[in-house]
């Protein structure tokens, strides 16, 4: 079982962890696609080692008001791909430059209630940045180490559900007031199982 107090690095062979950029996603209808980005922070002095990049989105949003998120929204017109959906919406959210990320993969489609399907981005950001983020729409911006999230006294399995014929798992990190949960938390301990960090869930009952 890997040490989570000794992450200080991303493995080499990540992108090949993960879904291709340009694989083809399933068809969406009656949902529609959005993007977010998983932002992965790596600075020259390891410190911790790498971070994600989390916001809190603003109380007064209409769809999931003051939850933990990755940067991330639906397409405009003028978005090319998911790809620069996810690009455009760090920006616009936290000031993260388009050409200091490094797209290294995808992560598993998340369909969600509000009538999308989340494509989720990873995303590698080298050297230090520090962001600024849109007050409208975002409170405040979490870096937490990636070991502190893979922290087993941080996690909490939730069970079970069954949504428009899809069962999917709930998960719980507390790490912030409110905890990271719902579809950012899927996509976080899917990054995590990728990385071979994911903390155990309980066994099933026999």
């Known amino acids: 079982m890997p040490n989570f107090a000794r992450v200080h690095s991303l493995p080499r062979d990540l992108s ?4 291709a950029i340009d694989g083809p996603l399933p068809d969406p209808a009656p949902f529609r696609h959005a993007a977010v980005l998983a932002p992965l922070l790596v600075e020259a002095t390891p410190g911790d080692g790498p971070r994600l990049l989390l916001i809190e989105r603003a109380g007064n949003l209409r769809h999931h008001p003051g ?3 990755f ?3 639906k397409p405009d017109p003028d978005d090319p791909d998911l790809v620069a959906t996810a690009l455009r919406e760090a920006w616009e959210e936290v000031a993260l430059p388009p050409g200091r990320v490094t797209i290294l993969g995808r992560l598993n489609p998340v369909p969600v209630p509000t009538g ?4 989720p981005f990873v995303g590698l950001v080298d050297g230090p940045f520090v962001p ?3 007050e409208a729409e975002v409170t405040a911006v979490l870096t937490p180490a990636i070991r502190r999230v893979a922290d087993p006294a941080v996690y909490r399995f939730a069970g079970e ?3 428009q014929g899809q069962r999917y798992e709930l998960h719980e990190f507390q790490i912030h007031t409110p905890p990271l949960w719902g579809a950012t938390a899927r996509i ?8 071979d960090l994911a903390p155990a869930r309980p066994p099933e009952a026999p």
Do not use: F, K, N, S
């Open 188 to 195: 976080v301990y899917d990054l995590l199982q990728r990385l």
């Open 16 to 19: 090949l962890r993960l879904d």
């Open 67 to 69: 939850q933990l998120a």
């Open 71 to 73: 940067p991330g929204g």
């Open 132 to 134: 600024t983020h849109a």
């Open 161 to 163: 559900r069954e949504w």
């Open 116 to 119: 999308y399907v989340i494509i």
